[in-house]
């Protein structure tokens, strides 16, 4: 990680030692907190941190701030959002597979921009490969736990399920292999713009905290302090550039809003999941409406970093 905030990044790390820390010292009491882990990073940084991709996109796309601007901007991200949506619907096994990938690179893409240099000739190579070890370690690091949930997602059981199971370890290993190639690559480079022991240890707690805490931890801490958090300093940043001094305040103040579109959404999905016990459904509903976000707002952050750059 490497946020323009000493104290983000202080707390990013302390917060993944302590996760690391727990889930040794018990278990049991780190499935307590789980749930909540998870509600609190999509409510606190997650949404947030999407929820001003209209104001963004006013600037990179060269909308106006007028009601035909605004209602171009969201016929295409409701557009796009349908798309995905309907995806999932006909053709849950595509609309998995999309996710995964488009996760992959977006995950990616925002690791990269704040750990090497994107004109590096090694850049592409890292945000593949560095998305590849996030999503890959979350779901073959515990497969007892992430695969249900996929099955849950798709709404089927393939008969390649079993091939996933049987060889979680070695699919494991082959993503860290995949990693560690381009950081090898990376070291030798003179593109990292953090220092070498810096970006080391970063890879490693990274790798541990996926490894060690589970899937929806690991995905908790990750999606809030790492990526969402990252985000969040990358626009503020890009506003500032562009003459317009935004700060926290002032961003969650912008996000306001959509926010709480979105919270009471999450507040329905949550009396529902009360009402009808669906368990894993839950969980894998959470990850379907995020996919359905994720596609419109990475395009947006894709033309904010090739607006920067």
Known sequence: M???????????????????????????????????????????LGIPHGAIDHIVAARVYGLNETLKGHLLFYTSYLFVMLLVGLLWLVFPIAGMAFFLLISIYHFGQADMVSLVNPKSKFSALFAWTRGLLVIGIIIFGHPEISLPIIETAIRSQPEWFSFLFENATVLYLVVLFF?????????????LLVVKSRFILESVLLITLLTFTGPLVSFAIYFALWHSAGHVHEMIEYFREKGENISIAKFYKLATPFTAVSLLGLLLLFFVHQAYAFGDEMISLLFILISVLTLPHMFVVDRMFKDKN
């Open 2 to 44: 490497k946020h323009p905030s000493k104290t983000l990044n202080a707390t990013a790390f302390i917060v993944s030692l302590f996760a690391i820390t727990l889930t040794f010292l018990s278990a049991e009491t780190m499935a307590v907190i789980t749930p909540w882990l998870l509600f609190i990073s999509i409510v606190v």
């Open 179 to 191: 990693y560690i190639t381009p950081v090898g690559l990376l070291l030798f480079s003179g593109d």
